[in-house]
C-alpha cells in the first residue's frame, strides 16, 4: 500500500466535534474501520469487522448531516441529493457517500431526498496481495472472463482492483469502465490506487457506453467493471464478450450457486459468457474467504 490515508482521508469529511471522536480511534481500529456511520439522534458509529461501535458523547444532528454532504461535495449538496437516487454519492478518494432519508417526489415524478436521517461514508482501501491465494485459480493456463460474487460489503471491488493490478502487472491491456470511480479513483488525471502499468481507466460514464469506447479506442486483452446490476450492464457485458475481449467484473450475490435463481444473471450463464467464478465469503472473525468455481461445476 502506497502510504494509506484512507482513514484521515475519509474522516476530514465529517463535521467537527464528531470527526474527532473517530480520530481518537487506536492505530489498529483506524486500519479495520470501514465505514463511518451517522444518524441523526444516537451517537456517530464507526463500522468494524466485529460490527459497528459507537463514539462519543454527543448525538449527531440534522445540521452534521447537512454539514458533511457540503463538505463531501463542496458546496453541491443540490446535486448530491439528486445522484442518491442511484443510492450513493462517489466523492474522491474512492470513498463513498451513502444517504438516507424522506424522499419525495417532485413535478416531473422523480424521486428526490428533501430531509436526511442518516449517512454512511464507505472508506476506500487498497489491500495489496489479496489476490495473491487466486493467482494460480485465476492466471493457470492464461485467464478467463472471471465474475467475483459476493454480499454488499465483503470486498468485491478491493479484489477486483488487485486482480486488475495483477494482470496489468503480467502485460495484459486492461481497460477500466469505473463508472463510479471506486476502482482507480482518478483525480486530475491520476489514479489514487494502482491498477497496474497497462491499465487505461474511463471514469464518469456508464458502463455500457464506457465499454464501447474503451474497446474502440484502447485496444485492450481484458475489460474489467465492477457491478453488473441493471439490463444494461449485461448488455454492456455481452456486447463486450462479443468482441472478443476476455472479462472480469463483480456482482451482488449471497453466493455463486445463487446466480441462476435470478434472471438478470440466468442469462449471462446460459450463454457461457463467465467461465471462472470467484464467491467472497467473510467469516464472524472478518477474515474473508475466496473459492474459485468453473462454469461447468455450477
Known sequence: MRGDKSFENAAALLPRGI?????????????QAEEFRLRSGSRPA???PEGERELGTREVTPEDLASLIETATHGSAHTALALVRAGYVPLAGGCRLGLCGEMTAGADGELALRRLSSAAVRIARERRCCGDALRRALFSGGFQDTLIVSPPGAGKTTLLREIVRLLSESGERVAVADERGEIAAVSG??????VGPCTDV???APKADAALMLIRSMN????AMDEITSAGDVEAV?????????????AHGGSVGS????GLYR?????GIFARFVSVRRRADGIREYEVKELDGL
Open 46 to 48: 464507526v463500522l468494524l
Open 19 to 31: 470527526r474527532e471522536a473517530f480520530l481518537s480511534l487506536g492505530a489498529a481500529e483506524m486500519e
Open 189 to 194: 488525471g491520476r489514479a489514487h490506487f494502482d
Open 267 to 271: 442469462r449471462l450463464l446460459d450463454e
Open 202 to 204: 474511463m471514469t464518469g
Open 220 to 223: 485492450p486483452t481484458v475489460l
Open 259 to 262: 446466480l441462476r435463481r435470478r
Open 238 to 250: 455481452m456486447g463486450a464478450a462479443g468482441c472478443g475481449v476476455r472479462l472480469i467484473a463483480t
